[in-house]
């Protein structure tokens, strides 16, 4: 207990972390839709939840927390309206590959600080060698990125940053769209599913350029794996893209086309939810299958990038199973109603085992009480190690459970108890009696360990809560049981108090086994 | 209650509680028919966890049902759904019930509308008004997982129950826990409690704990009929009956230390909170809790005590002592089968 105990004290972590039904905030509930009907697999909701958190944690929201639970997908903001939450989750991701019609620098103006006019934007990011599937990186070596930048003059961007960008076959409205189109921060359109039969205005990622993105020519379902790696000859970071059959047809298709084509329209854009990853310009036309998409990777951004692709070809759609907001007063009011009835729970049990046991009631309480302590040190070390957050079901869960913790001891005294009527001296009934409450002990919190895992591994919402605080304290009966009570009572079997059954201990030799230790009665 | 209390501490009860299975299989048979018929008749009176809609949660000392009633209804007209229910939580609790759901970002807007409006009627800031919003498949999803859950831990406990004592035990055991499940949800149809997904989770945490309670009903009768068939004065059912008063003691001790807790958590969740996780938990609890404890003593022993009557050793057994209690009778009727012996001595003494 001081070995938990000491990490606590050091990190001041008293108080556990509250969920959000206790400290208010937003809660929404995601429900994975398959196109089949079909179970959604556990890899594809594990990278779903990967993706949403970036989404989430990309978004300058802290604390907030993505949770994969049973096959539902849980994101937790504390302190946050709805409509900000919902509109960062409540989108799928959809990554498509289009074509570049045109390319510019984000608004000087809406940028915040002004763009260097030197710098194209596509130097930034990448340039991109798509290579066949299966042998070595063949034909075009890598080159320098800056050689994929768009010809504008740094002269006509100062007046015009749409001069000499060719934008014929272009539609004048959205060339419109592309004038006044502001890359910072929210109006990059992020979260906004695009059209994919549509063309479309999209800004890259980190903001620095826009762009006109011709109809999705692959999409991400279109996508069968995507894995980070690293070029051993010039230790560069990319991401190798494997399609599907059809995926391999779109791509050699769309790769064919546009190889040739002038700057920057043999370029192909990267999109994830509406905003431009990557735009690497195509060299030669992809037919085997798989893509190699590099650039100014680092090992983080490439992995991201691996993921986001992998997640683009989830064959999932997320729908809104609920959406909950607490307000911090009725979260508060939760808490305080909840420790009061844990409070008043403990007291009443307490009550009845001093009652009814007496001085054997001492012990049981005692075993509460440390059942208690290693329940309150277990769930701040969780809350501060590995994100525990103490939610109303854990809390009925814990309140519950003080019912079997209690059980267990009274298991154990009513055999002793047996024992004692037997006619047998308390340090041998103790003995005796923990062998047969032993197993009775692990049967029953076996029952309700199986009862806990399931629930907490087919569990909806609140209800993997409730089986974890339930698989805890029965783990923490367990311990009690054999680490503190047994101990314990092998310790007071040989104080006199309890040895010779005092009226006050609980353990007073009932009557009968005095007359049954006399000869059988004669008959009538 | 000090005497039943010294009675129970001091010799252990003695009972004939399966002599008697003919009236806890009339009774327990009466249950259930009343419960089905509660069940197929009123049926269960789901929340809108189930049906879809969304529900707003405030706290207010000067609101009335009327005003509350008033605002939400008039920011909902025109959106299709106009069913709003308004009902008092606790002592200043509010919470309004309406049929909107979420998806797209139009209801969210008429969510937030409904929301606004609600503060702006009662001078609220619109942060301190709770909102929840249900999908409606969402209901459909937290039943078909429940049921899914109630399988697979059926199975499991089987399983395990097969392992640690042997099939007629755990068939025994989860036909109690078959009995618990429907009359609980008997008492939720003809009561009306609103059913909840809170009230799923204390029907599945019933399940764990009536299983908990028949396990160690069962440990004990394992142990007073391991050594029977040497001694053949008992038959099985008798054995039964006294490993049932061996733990009857624990197995009402347990009941109340298990449903003190709940009952305190159903106390604090009707009267300070209303309507609410805690109360919807505690309720399907209390009531489980004691059908629970009923089914393990009164129903599950008398179907093990059956069911173990038919192996052949069993039923030899009990002809044997049926035979040699006729033969005392005949002897002039000095002592019975041990129970009645038992009993007989217990009064001398």
């Given at each position: 207990m001081l070995v938990m105990a000491a990490p606590i004290v050091q990190q001041r972590a008293f108080v556990p972390r509250y969920g959000l039904d206790l400290a208010g905030g937003t809660t929404v509930t995601l429900s994975p839709v398959t196109p089949d009907g079909s179970r959604p697999s556990r890899e594809s909701l594990d990278q779903a939840v990967e993706i949403i958190r970036d989404r989430v944690n990309g978004s300058g929201i802290s604390d907030a927390e993505t949770v994969r639970s049973g096959d539902t997908i849980v994101v937790t903001v504390p302190g946050r309206g709805r409509q900000e939450v919902l509109e960062l989750v409540g989108t799928t991701a959809e990554l498509r590959f289009r074509q570049v019609l045109a390319v510019a620098p984000a608004r000087a103006d809406a940028a915040g600080a002004p763009t260097p006019s030197g710098t194209p934007a596509a130097s930034a990011r990448p340039a991109a060698l798509p290579h066949p599937s299966g042998g070595p990186v063949p034909g075009p070596s890598p080159t320098a990125p800056a050689s994929a930048g768009p010809r504008a003059s740094p002269g006509a961007q100062r007046d015009?940053?749409?001069?000499?960008?060719d934008l014929t076959g272009i539609e004048p409205a959205l060339v419109e769209?592309?004038?006044?189109?502001?890359?910072?921060?929210?109006a990059r359109g992020q979260g906004v599913p695009d059209d994919p039969g549509a063309r479309i205005v999209a800004c890259s990622q980190d903001g620095s350029?826009?762009?006109?993105?011709?109809?999705?020519?692959?999409?991400?379902?279109?996508?069968?794996?995507?894995?980070?790696?690293?070029?051993?000859a010039t230790g560069e970071w990319y991401v190798s893209a494997e399609f599907t059959d059809a995926g391999a047809a779109a791509f050699a298709r769309v790769t064919g086309r546009i190889t040739g084509l002038p700057e920057p329209r043999n370029r192909l854009a990267v999109v994830?939810?509406?905003?431009?990853?990557?735009?690497?310009?195509?060299?030669?036309?992809?037919?085997?299958?798989?893509?190699?998409?590099?650039?100014?990777?680092?090992?983080?951004?490439?992995?991201?990038?691996?993921?986001?692709?992998?997640?683009?070809?989830?064959?999932?759609?997320?729908?809104?199973?609920?959406?909950?907001?607490?307000?911090?007063?009725?979260?508060?009011?939760?808490?305080?109603?909840?420790?009061?009835?844990?409070?008043?729970?403990?007291?009443?049990?307490?009550?009845?085992?001093?009652?009814?046991?007496?001085?054997?009631?001492l012990v049981a309480v005692s075993g509460l009480v440390v059942a208690a302590l290693l329940t309150y040190l277990s769930v701040a070390l969780l809350s501060a190690y590995a994100g525990f957050r103490l939610s109303l079901p854990h809390i009925v869960g814990l309140i519950v459970s003080i019912g079997v913790t209690a059980d267990s001891f009274i298991v154990y005294f009513e055999r002793i108890r047996d024992g004692l009527r037997a006619g047998r001296p308390l340090h041998v009934a103790v003995e005796t009696g923990w062998r047969r409450a032993r197993r009775t002990i692990l049967v029953a919190d076996a029952v309700t360990l199986i009862a806990a895992v399931t629930l907490y591994l087919l569990a909806v919402g609140g209800v993997a809560g409730f089986a974890f605080a339930m698989g805890l304290t029965t783990l923490i009966d367990l311990a009690v049981v054999f680490l503190f009570t047994k101990p314990l009572l092998t310790v007071l079997a040989r104080v006199r108090f309890f040895a010779e059954g005092h009226r006050l201990s609980g353990l007073r030799r009932p009557r009968r086994t005095a007359a049954g230790a006399r000869p059988a009665p004669r008959g009538t | 209650m000090a005497g039943l209390a010294d009675r129970l501490r001091g010799d252990g009860p003695d009972l004939d509680i399966l002599g008697r299975r003919r009236l806890w299989y009339g009774l327990s048979l009466a249950l259930l028919v009343l419960s089905l018929a509660g069940l197929l008749g009123r049926g269960l009176n789901l929340g809108v966890e189930f049906t879809g809609g969304s529900v707003f949660t405030f706290t207010s000392a000067s609101a009335t049902v009327e005003r509350v009633r008033e605002a939400a209804a008039g920011a909902i007209r025109g959106s299709g759904d106009g069913q709003v229910i308004v009902q008092r939580t606790g002592a200043h609790g509010w919470r309004v019930t309406t049929g909107l759901t979420s998806g797209d970002r139009q209801s969210d807007e008429r969510v937030e509308h409904v929301r606004r409006a609600i503060a702006e009627r009662l001078g609220l800031p619109p942060g301190e008004i709770g909102v929840q919003v249900i999908g409606a498949s969402w209901g459909g999803r937290v039943t078909e997982r429940a049921?899914?859950?109630?399988?697979?831990?059926?199975?499991?406990?089987?399983?395990?129950?097969?392992?640690?004592?042997?099939?007629?035990?755990a068939l025994a055991a989860v036909a109690a826990l078959g009995h618990d499940l429907v009359v609980t949800a008997g008492v939720y149809a003809w009561t009306g409690f609103e059913v909840t997904p809170a009230t799923l989770l204390g029907f599945l945490t019933i399940l764990g704990y009536s299983l908990y309670d028949a396990v160690v009903v069962f440990d004990m009768i394992k142990e007073v009929t391991a050594r029977l068939g040497s001694t053949g004065k008992m038959t099985y059912t008798q054995a039964a009956n006294r490993a049932l008063n061996a733990t009857l003691v624990r197995s009402l001790n347990t009941t109340?230390?298990?449903?003190?807790?709940?009952?305190?958590?159903?106390?604090?969740?009707?009267?300070?909170?209303?309507?609410?996780?805690?109360?919807?938990?505690?309720?399907?609890?209390f009531v489980g809790m004691i059908v629970g404890t009923y089914s393990s003593l009164c129903v599950a022993t008398p179907l093990l005590a059956a069911l173990k009557e038919r192996e052949p050793r069993y039923a030899a057994l009990a002809r044997r002592v049926a035979g040699r209690d006729r033969a005392l009778a005949g002897a002039g009727r000095s002592a019975g089968p041990a129970t009645t012996a038992h009993k007989r001595r217990k009064r001398q003494s």
């Open positions: 015009d940053p749409l001069a000499g960008l769209e592309f004038r006044r189109v502001d890359c910072s921060a929210r350029s826009r762009y006109i993105l011709d109809r999705a020519a692959v999409r991400g379902t279109d996508v069968r794996n995507a894995t980070p790696a690293v070029d051993p994830l939810d509406g905003v431009v990853v990557s735009a690497p310009a195509i060299r030669e036309p992809v037919v085997g299958g798989s893509a190699r998409i590099g650039g100014d990777f680092t090992r983080e951004s490439a992995t991201r990038l691996a993921r986001q692709l992998r997640y683009g070809a989830l064959p999932l759609r997320f729908e809104r199973g609920t959406v909950e907001e607490i307000s911090s007063t009725l979260g508060a009011d939760q808490l305080r109603g909840g420790l009061i009835a844990g409070g008043l729970g403990l007291l009443a049990v307490v009550g009845y085992a001093m009652l009814y046991y007496r001085g054997l009631g | 049921a899914l859950g109630l399988a697979v831990l059926l199975a499991a406990v089987i399983g395990y129950l097969s392992f640690a004592f042997e099939w007629r035990m109340l230390v298990a449903i003190l807790p709940v009952a305190s958590i159903l106390f604090i969740g009707t009267t300070l909170l209303g309507a609410g996780t805690l109360r919807d938990l505690s309720l399907a609890l």
